[in-house]
């Protein structure tokens, strides 16, 4: 299956709230409920960020958001911190005990 | 507190092979089914395979990929998760990780990776 479509890069200032895209198809983002997201920086592991479109593993700020509308997720991180950039990836299941990841957005505190 | 801790990455010839290790503490592991997700240098996340819990038949997934090449095995009684990766390509060079599978396929926990470099 092809990777879920990310903008490369967003950028916002501190304070600000930003909003990252992710989309995919009829056959994985828009038939699960079942989007993910992640947050990387650089040479780490990623860090799940939100589960199941909206839910946020204990410990994530609610500072961290997710939403769902056809076959566009969407990631929104409001009052923008230093710390919060990254890059960020999306994951969704596509069928068939199968999963796929968007080729990653570069998110920058300016 | 849950950890994974890869081991066994390196530098090998093309058309080799390679068995990548996964050993997990703090949780349980045999309720849980456990992932490998790659990142070649400078690029995204690559999910590549994913086997189930005996309890649900520790059926496994593979990438397009890797499918016929790569093969996921666990060990309950050990709590490692293995990779054994054969007719190593290339496009194989990656950091690999292993993550556990959580809620609504997520990948709620990961290890710190292991980095596999295919050359000559």
């Known amino acids: 299956q092809s990777a879920l479509t990310q903008p490369a890069s967003v950028s916002g200032s501190p304070g600000q709230s930003i909003t990252i895209s992710c989309t995919g198809t009829s056959s994985d983002v828009g038939s699960y409920n079942l989007v993910s997201w992640y947050r990387q920086h650089p040479g780490k592991a990623p860090k799940l960020m939100i589960y199941?479109?909206?839910k946020r593993p204990s410990g994530v700020s609610n500072r961290f958001s997710g939403s769902k509308s056809g076959n566009t997720a969407s990631l929104t991180i409001s009052g923008l911190q230093a710390e919060d950039e990254a890059d960020y990836y999306c994951c969704s299941y596509a069928g068939s005990s199968t999963v796929v990841f968007g080729g990653g957005t570069k998110l920058t505190v300016l | 507190e849950v950890q994974l801790v890869e081991s066994g990455g390196g530098l090998v010839q093309p058309g080799r092979s390679l068995r990548l290790s996964c050993t997990t503490s703090g949780f349980t592991f045999g309720d849980y089914a456990m992932s490998w997700v790659r990142q070649a240098p400078g690029k995204g996340l690559e999910w590549v395979s994913f086997i189930r819990s005996k309890t649900y038949g520790g059926t496994r997934e593979y990438a397009a990929s890797v499918k016929g090449r790569f093969t996921i095995s666990r060990d309950d009684s050990k709590r490692i998760a293995y990779l054994q990766m054969n007719s190593l390509k290339t496009e194989d060079t990656s950091v690999y990780y292993c993550?556990?599978?959580?809620?609504?396929?997520?990948?709620?926990?990961w290890g710190q990776g292991t980095l596999v470099t295919v050359s000559s």
């Open positions: 199941e479109v909206t």
């Open positions: 993550s556990r599978v959580g809620s609504g396929w997520s990948h709620d926990y």
